[in-house]
Every structure is written in C-alpha cells, then in structure tokens.
Antibody
Framework: QVQLVHSGSELKKPGASVQVACKAS????????MNWVRQAPGQGLEWMGW????????TYAQGFTGRFVFSLDTSVNTAYLQISSLKAEDTAVYYCLPSNSGGFHYWGQGTLVTVSS | EIVLTQSPGTLSLSPGERATLSCRASQTISNNYLAWYQQKPGQAPRLLIYDASSRATGIPDRFSGSGSGTDFTLTISRLEPEDFAVYYCQQYGTSPLTFGGGTTVEIK
C-alpha cells in the first residue's frame, strides 16, 4: 500500500533553514509527481507547488518562490522541501502528496515545522 | 487563480440528518476536476470524492458529490458521529491548484 513517511517535527529559530523529507513507498516513485501542501495551525490547506519526479523540474505556486526549494533523491524514493530564512508565519504542517490527477489520494502524517525564537 | 468559496462556514446538525455542503468556483473548473476532503482534529485530510462525483477507495456511500462547471455539492445522506469534521473542496483542473476555506460540520 502507498505510504508517505515524513521526517519528524522541527523547532527552528527565525532566519534558520529547515529540510523536510518525505519517503514514499508502495508505488513506483517516478510515475507520480510530488506535490507539497501547507497547513498553518487552525487554518486551511495551501498548495505550494509540485516537482516532476522524472525530470526533477519544480513548479512553485505564487507565494512560495525564493525561499522554498523542492528536490528529490530518486535512489531512495524521497522528496525534500527546504525552507530558508524561516519566518514565524512558516509555522505549519507540511505534507508531500503524490498525484498526477484525481486529487490527493494518499496523505502521510505531515511534518510540523515550528518557527519561534 | 480559481477561487473556491465554501458555504456555509459552519453547519450544525444532528446525527442522522442530511448535510449539504457547497463549493462555488470563481471560474469553470476544467473537466470537473474537483475533490472533497474530510479532516478531523489532529489528523491529515482524507480524500472523499474526486472528479466531482467519484468516491475514493473505502469511502461509505452516504458520501456523494455532484455538480459541474462552477457549482459543486458534497452530500452526506445521514450523518454518523464520525462525520463531524471539517470538509474542504479542491480544484486540480487549472494551475495553481486551490482549496476552499472549509466547512465545519458540528454536532447540534
């Protein structure tokens, strides 16, 4: 069965960087693009963009350019999200979601990133 | 970008009642590529409906989706205690993908 195992919670200070890892299993990694979705505490869902798992080419939604970087290590079926120059408003749960169409069928537990001094 | 407006913001109902949730798009959703998700406190969202009306794997048939173009509806025919949660719609027909703001279904 499809599983998405996210790296553990992170507590970071403003200005620091963080990398979130998402290890996928149960399907062929490069057959589905990987999306990233953010959910701030008590708030709704926000699509951040996606990365082509064949080419590694990322596409970022508006508001997620500059400080956000999607990457892959296809040898271990893992997608990464790096956020630099962290701000308090980056505090959220981050989800990786494989999909080519038909919505997001598989959700892992997400990674909580807390930015606080 | 396509803005999705969900209404009502909160729906107060009793178990056994019918719930009707609305999702209205600011422009036509391509191929009716609209999904509905359920989220309970402390949990990740769960896909209920995709392509506007197809139930995801394992979703009970009391959940149904309908609509086309710009107006979509999620119906829960008879609310079970476990159905009280937040529901989001999402369109994936046009980039950027967007989500609605959510409807909370609470126990009356």
């Amino acid at each position: 069965q499809v599983q998405l195992v996210h790296s553990g919670s992170e507590l970071k200070k403003p200005g620091a960087s963080v990398q979130v890892a998402c290890k996928a299993s149960g399907y062929t990694f490069n057959t589905q693009n990987m999306n990233w979705v953010r959910q701030a505490p008590g708030q709704g869902l926000e699509w951040m963009g996606w990365i082509n798992t064949n080419t590694g080419n990322p596409t970022y939604a508006q508001g997620f350019t500059g400080r956000f970087v999607f990457s892959l290590d296809t040898s271990v079926n893992t997608a990464y999200l790096q956020i630099s120059s962290l701000k308090a408003e980056d505090t959220a749960v981050y989800y990786c979601l494989p999909s080519n169409s038909g919505g997001f069928h598989y959700w892992g537990q997400g990674t909580l990133v807390t930015v606080s001094s | 970008e396509i803005v999705l407006t969900q209404s009502p913001g909160t729906l107060s109902l009793s178990p056994g009642e019918r719930a009707t949730l609305s999702c209205r798009a600011s422009q036509t959703i391509s191929n009716n590529y609209l999904a509905w998700y359920q989220q309970k406190p402390g949990q990740a969202p769960r896909l209920l409906i995709y392509d506007a009306s197809s139930r995801a794997t394992g979703i009970p048939d009391r959940f149904s989706g309908s609509g086309s173009g710009t107006d979509f509806t999620l119906t829960i025919s008879r609310l079970e205690p476990e159905d009280f949660a937040v529901y989001y719609c999402q369109q994936y027909g046009t980039s950027p993908l967007t989500f609605g703001g959510g409807t909370t279904v609470e126990i009356k």
